[in-house]
């Protein structure tokens, strides 16, 4: 388990990249800005992502559980979304990945994929003031 706290993470592709059952981390007060995907978690699960700001992001995140290897979600606590209406709570697109294994290796039984989704319930109105960034 590890704290991230008061980093600004901008101009890249990926501002946090989680894969291969890294959990149980803590994302708290952070901005996360330009980037093309904010946070993309592959196969991790009970992270926190609780007070940042979500910033002109392409995607601000996107994650893939894979059943049954995930199945606690990530948490995602009032974080503020730029593109968030203000009307719902901000729904965090994904998808769960279901794989199939086949007895017959020239015939593969293609994993069922379904989306999914997570929520940030209560999101910040406005950006959060955070220090040192």
Sequence with gaps: SNTFR???????????????????????????VNTDVGVLSETCQLNMFKRN?????????????????????NFWRRNYWDDWDGSTPKSIEGKLIIPHISMDPDNPIPDTVKPW?????????EPYDIPGT
Excluded: M
């Design 6 to 32: 008061y980093n600004t993470i901008s101009n890249g592709v990926y501002g946090i990249y989680l894969e291969s059952l890294c959990n149980f981390n803590n994302f708290i007060k952070n901005n996360i």
């Design 53 to 73: 700001n979500f910033i002109n992001n392409s995607v601000h995140a996107y994650f893939e559980y894979v059943f049954p290897f995930n199945i606690f979600p």
């Design 117 to 125: 989704t997570n929520f940030d319930w209560r999101p910040a109105q």
